[in-house]
């Protein structure tokens, strides 16, 4: 009888495990949409984002931004999974969703993240086709 509460806490844990991710992809899920209704906007051939355009564009060095980061992997590291740091020495939590399963979940934090990192990185703001594509990158790690 004892062995009940160890197998209802696990139960309880697994149950949490597999939640997390479902909920915070059904609360990034509405970010996304509006950046494709912004990316149909400029674009009456936009056809969906693209993992593979926002591997590039996480990859890439650019000249026009911030010399000290011209890319997102200047402080992100090439590996999204991994645990990114700061010019000021302050660790950055893992950009991949499935190390990080609520990011890209708050509108708010996601603009503010895009706003200073693409000037900083790209020189401009980044396109609502570029954040969508970025997102979708990053929710398939």
């Not at 000249?63 to 990114?84: I, L, R, W």
């Not at 900083?120 to 969508?132: F, I, P, Q, S």
Request: charged residues 25%.
């Amino acid at each position: 009888m004892k062995a009940e509460p160890k197998r209802m806490g696990l139960a309880l844990v697994l149950l949490a495990a597999l939640t997390v991710p479902v909920l915070a992809g059904a609360a990034r899920q509405p970010i996304l949409d509006g950046y494709a209704a912004a990316a149909k906007a400029g674009d009456a051939a936009f056809a969906g984002f693209s993992a593979a355009r926002g591997e590039t564009l996480f990859q890439t060095k650019f000249a026009a931004g911030d010399a000290e980061t011209p890319a997102c992997t200047s402080c992100h590291t090439d590996n999204p999974g991994g645990t990114g740091r700061t010019r000021a020495g302050k660790d950055i939590a893992p950009m991949a969703v499935s190390k990080t399963p609520d990011r890209y979940t708050d509108r708010e934090k996601v603009e503010k993240w895009f706003g200073r990192n693409c000037k900083g990185v790209l020189g401009r703001e980044c396109t609502a086709l570029e954040k969508g594509d970025f997102i979708t990158f990053m929710a398939s790690k």
